[in-house]
């Protein structure tokens, strides 16, 4: 069987930090190194190159430039492999997973983000077997699925995926719920994809279907995001400065529940005014299950009639980074509306 060929594509994080003699904190290793500190990467039935980002960082340091770099990567090296797997920082890896599913549409292979807990080279590491799923997952699928290797060629994983803990997840649907859990992340509003144990077994309805294999390439984000979380006993002067600041051109404001807010005519008024001066105002659920439904409740309806963007059961992080990409479109509030309201790459049901 031909060999599948992976990028190996190294941005930071705990997966590649070790401890030096006398320092308290971790820092970045030599990249190249780290297939020597998993030797069982020889066992699988692939190739694998390695490239690092220029400059390797916390993934709290992760910033647009950043993430176009890898979107310039992937772009470069897309018809030589067969998956890419990106190692990446915990704390910030579903930002950049929602980013690079709006960044690089109708996918024709894996591209898989993980990290872990603990460095590589602890005794009690989850970086290895994390490194070395992701690596069997983002090679042909059908490598492992023999019923599928009779009748399709192709792979099945066409999107960007985050894989953590023997899950693998859509990454624009992640977020980061544990910071000292080998169980790190969660995907409250969509199935996993995958999950491994003694098999991988992959969940065939649950993966995205581009509309087309001609896969598309993007190398500009727009910054003018800002938010709003609301709570009981917010000022009027935060919520005012928040709204009216001189630079963002998209608010989005964590809500209640399904949606809602408090119905003070002030708060209100801000929010109309605000709407007045060309700001689209989107309304994202502070709960991490389940979905906005404006006007469902009394003090919501309000919010319907001023004309807010419905963020569905989106992420706030997939939130922000949407938002970031369809304001590079340069529309209309009714077209920025229909669009985020509609899925471009699984991020909302």
């Keep these: 069987m031909t060999k599948s060929k992976i990028l190996l594509i190294y941005t930071g994080g705990t997966i590649g930090m070790i401890k030096e003699a006398n320092q ?26 390695t490239i690092s980002i220029k400059n390797p960082i916390d993934s709290s340091n992760i910033c647009i430039n950043n993430w176009i770099e890898l979107v310039e990567i992937i772009k470069t090296n897309y018809n030589s492999f067969d998956g890419f797997v990106i190692l990446h920082g915990t704390d910030t890896m579903s930002y950049t997973a929602s980013a690079l599913s709006f960044l690089i549409q109708n996918l024709s292979k894996p591209i898989i983000l993980t990290g872990s807990q603990l460095p590589l080279g602890d005794l009690r590491t989850d970086a290895k077997e994390h ?50 859990q080998f169980k790190a992340y969660a995907s409250f509003n969509y199935p996993e994809i995958a999950q491994s144990g003694v098999d991988l077994k992959i969940n ?41 600041d001189d630079y963002s051109k998209v608010v989005i404001i964590e809500t ?9 005519e002030w708060f209100l008024k801000e929010i ?3 709407i007045e001066r060309g700001k ?24 319907v009639d001023l004309g ?37 790459s699984g991020e909302i049901s």
């Design 131 to 180: 490194l070395i799923t992701s690596i069997q997952l983002a090679r042909s699928v059908h490598d492992f699925d023999s019923a599928l290797l009779s009748n399709n060629q192709e792979n099945v994983i066409k999107e960007v995926c985050l894989y953590f803990n023997n899950k693998l997840y859509r990454g624009n649907r992640t977020t980061k719920v544990n910071s000292d």
């Design 272 to 274: 109309k005014s605000c």
């Design 204 to 244: 065939y309805n649950n993966v995205f279907k581009p509309v087309n294999n001609n896969t598309v390439f993007y190398d500009t984000l727009d910054d003018r995001v800002s938010l709003l979380r609301i709570f009981p006993g917010i000022s009027k002067k935060i919520v005012k400065h928040i709204l009216s």
């Design 308 to 344: 807010l963007i419905s963020g569905k059961d989106i992420t706030i992080e997939s939130a922000i980074c949407k938002s970031m990409f369809l304001l590079t479109k340069n529309t209309n509030l009714n077209d920025f509306k229909n669009l985020f309201e509609l899925s471009i």
């Design 24 to 49: 308290p904190y971790l820092k970045p290793f030599n990249f190249e190194n780290i297939l020597d500190n998993v030797k069982e990467i020889k066992l699988l039935n692939c190739h694998i190159d």
């Design 256 to 264: 209640y529940g399904s949606g809602n807010v408090l119905n003070s």
């Design 280 to 303: 689209y105002v989107i309304n994202v659920s502070q709960c991490p299950k389940g979905s906005v439904k404006m006007g469902q409740y009394e003090s919501s309806i309000r919010l």
